[in-house]
């Protein structure tokens, strides 16, 4: 269930944001939620990012904690230009993937 909040919002901002709800006939509400929902997500991603180039976070808790798998990582850190950063625990939670190493 969605619960009210109230966020202060500078005026030019707002006056853009109801310039561009006018124009595509859109309802603002829905648009700041919207908007608000994909911020959140954005800034999750980036700071489980930061934890996982700061050695806070292994690949495959930077899997879990953004509810992906590991090459959909790979493919997000080679996007961000980011380097992998493989650690022990990462080749030992590999064990997770179904890999066997002879």
């Known amino acids: 269930m969605a619960k009210p909040t109230t966020v202060r919002v500078p005026e030019e901002l707002l006056?853009?944001?109801?310039?561009?709800?006018?124009?595509n006939d859109l309802d603002r509400s829905t648009y700041l939620r919207e908007v608000l929902q994909k911020g959140f997500l954005l800034d999750k991603q980036e700071?489980?990012?930061?934890?996982?180039?700061t050695g806070k976070l292994t690949l495959m808790e930077l899997s879990r904690n953004l509810n992906c798998d590991p090459w959909e990582?790979?493919?997000?850190?080679?996007?961000?230009n980011e380097h992998l950063n493989v650690l022990l625990e990462d080749?030992?939670?590999s064990a997770d993937l179904g890999f066997a190493f002879d």
């Open 73 to 80: 990582i790979l493919s997000l850190l080679q996007y961000k």
């Open 47 to 53: 700071r489980a990012l930061k934890g996982y180039t």
């Open 91 to 93: 080749w030992l939670d």
């Open 15 to 23: 006056n853009e944001i109801d310039q561009l709800v006018k124009e």
